[in-house]
């Protein structure tokens, strides 16, 4: 099953903050963060295991709520180099050896 | 260090006829993934390869598939091509498949008439 992200889209101004949900209907054991700049790969950002600590980077940080099955990136104070979209990735563990990634948030951070 | 390489970048085909792609990994990854990314649909799962075998299977149909050589390096091949296939193939390697970090390749796009 699919993850489901919200929001779709977001427009931001420099420096301005954003949330970006990533909802499963199955339990979890990790959930993963990538962002994609247009035209290239994908980039790992972070990965929140069960049981684990909220994480962060730089300004951009991310929980992971076990029971609802969610998980939330926050990016503080955005530069523009946060433009790109970004995607979560779930693994319900017990060797499953895949992530299933949601459909993206596209953030575009303006001067 | 290298990163991961997937040859060709660009392809056209038209419907009916197959294509393969081929993906490098990073030097000491043992496990290749891909994907199939679209417009609005985000990354579908396509298989998991690790030690040669396939570990995960995506809920695609059977034309396509994939492979793993003693070397690591992957290809998928997508027989009877349709026009829904036009997608860009991402490959990505990992040390184990498990929870750790993927490295993605730039893609192959392919594009189907």
């Known amino acids: 099953q699919q993850p489901v992200q919200s929001p779709q889209a977001v427009i931001l101004r420099e420096g301005e903050d954003a949330v970006i949900n990533c909802s499963s209907s199955k339990a979890l054991y990790s959930v993963h963060w990538y962002r994609q700049k247009h035209g290239e790969a994908p980039i790992f950002l972070m990965i929140?295991?069960?049981?684990?600590e909220q994480k962060g980077h730089d300004k951009i940080s991310a929980s992971f709520n076990e029971k609802k099955q969610q998980s939330s990136l926050y990016l503080t104070a955005s530069q523009l180099s946060y433009s790109g979209t970004y995607f979560c990735?779930?693994?319900?563990?017990?060797?499953?050896?895949?992530?299933?990634f949601g459909k993206g948030t596209l953030l575009t951070v303006n001067p | 260090k290298a990163g991961v390489t997937q040859t060709p970048r660009y392809l056209i085909k038209t419907r009916g006829q197959q294509v393969t792609l081929s993906c490098s990994p990073i030097s000491g990854h043992r496990s290749v993934s891909w994907y199939q990314q679209t417009p609005g649909q985000g990354l579908q799962f396509l298989f998991e390869y690790f030690s040669e075998t396939q570990r995960n299977k995506g809920n695609f149909p059977g034309r396509f598939s994939g492979r793993q050589f003693s070397n690591s390096r992957s290809e998928m091949n997508v027989s009877t091509l349709e026009l829904g296939d036009s997608a860009l193939y991402l490959c990505?390697?990992?040390?184990?498949?498990?929870?750790?970090?993927?490295?993605f390749g730039e893609g192959s796009r392919l594009t189907v008439l």
């Open positions: 990735g779930t693994d319900s563990g017990g060797s499953n050896y895949k992530l299933t």
């Open positions: 990505a390697s990992s040390w184990d498949g498990g929870t750790g970090e993927l490295f």
């Open positions: 929140l295991l069960k049981g684990g």
